[in-house]
């Protein structure tokens, strides 16, 4: 009998931890951005304090369950994309926003960079009305800054599919072929001469 006492209470105690881990965790939300190529948008915001994961993956079509192959076709309806897992108190949507805009060409239709198609269209797909909301107002501001008309796409989240392993974290796997990639796509040049020098 007292065995069996010491066991419920030693799952009594097991659950009360967990619950009370579960009670103190930060709490997080999801933000989805299109940037062009997926490793660079991840690779982007791995550096952002506050965000707790990225996932690249694609977003805005029919086809269930793509694959690389059918994306980069063309045919899908969908865009490369990245799933953002973050803290809000450590990093609020608005300034992932800011990250966002400092780091794609919002200029640039059915295309980003060296890479063309409408599976590299930029976008913010909206997860709430807050969300949507920030998005527009950002947009309206930084329109003023161009004479061109932003062509970034503002749509609520669809379902959002995963991309296969090997893109995940592709910047850290690879770092050499991944920075070849980027330069030779010119990325960092049309950013600062669309934005500045970061950090200007």
């Not at 062509?151 to 599919?161: C, P």
Request: glycine share 8%; net charge neutral.
């Amino acid at each position: 009998m007292r065995r069996l006492a010491g066991l419920v209470l030693s799952l009594a105690i097991a659950v009360g931890a967990a619950v009370g881990a579960a009670a103190q965790s930060p709490p997080s939300a999801t933000a989805t951005f299109a940037g062009g190529c997926f490793w660079c948008v991840e690779a982007d915001f791995d550096k952002v304090d506050g965000v707790i994961s990225t996932v690249s993956g694609y977003i805005g079509g029919l086809v269930v369950d793509p694959t690389y192959e059918q994306v980069v076709g063309g045919r899908t309806g969908h865009t490369e994309a990245v799933e953002i897992v973050y803290d809000p108190a450590k990093v609020t949507f608005e300034q992932l926003l800011d990250v966002f805009w400092r780091n794609h060409d919002p200029l640039a239709k059915d295309r980003q960079f060296c890479d063309r198609g409408n599976q590299y269209r930029p976008g913010i797909f909206y997860h709430n009305e807050e969300q949507r909301s920030l998005a527009e107002a950002t947009k309206l501001k930084h329109q003023a800054r161009f004479k061109q008309t932003i062509q970034t796409e503002i749509t609520a989240a669809t379902t959002f599919y995963k991309a296969e392993d090997y893109h995940q974290d592709y910047y850290k796997k690879n770092p050499v072929r991944y920075q070849f990639y980027r330069l030779n796509c010119g990325r960092d040049a049309r950013l600062e001469q669309l934005w500045g020098k970061p950090g200007s």
